[in-house]
């Protein structure tokens, strides 16, 4: 079956930095756009970034763009997200998903998701 499994979270600093992993098994990685969402306490999952199946086209958040960057390594079937300048309000659970066709920034496009991880900044 499909699964996705994100690493990489933990608790930093503000300004600091953390690159999340999602290595993705199952599923015919290099065919499918990858997104990153996250859930802050007490608010709606929201879009971060996507990447396409070529990784020729990203986009992000307006909160994300210039501080976040997307990739992803088909041989490794993983997706990256590398998020610098950390801001405590970046505080949140970050799930990556899988979809083959859509918007990738509307969560009605993916067909698989992780379970998440823990991303905490402190002031």
């Known amino acids: 079956q499909v699964q996705l499994v994100e690493s990489g979270g933990g608790l930093v600093q503000a300004g600091g930095s953390l690159r999340l992993s999602c290595a993705a098994s199952g599923l015919t990685f290099s065919l499918y756009a990858m997104g990153w969402f996250r859930r802050a306490p007490g608010k709606e999952r929201e879009f971060v970034a996507h990447?396409?199946?070529?990784?020729?086209?990203?986009t992000y958040s307006d909160s994300a763009k210039g501080r976040f960057t997307i990739s992803r390594d088909d041989a490794k079937n993983t997706v990256y997200l590398q998020m610098n300048s950390l801001k405590p309000e970046d505080t949140a659970v970050y799930y990556c998903a899988a979809g083959l066709r859509g918007d990738g920034r509307q969560q009605t496009s993916y067909n698989y998701w992780g379970q998440g991880t823990q991303v905490s900044v402190s002031s």
């Open positions: 990447i396409n199946w070529s990784s020729t086209f990203a």
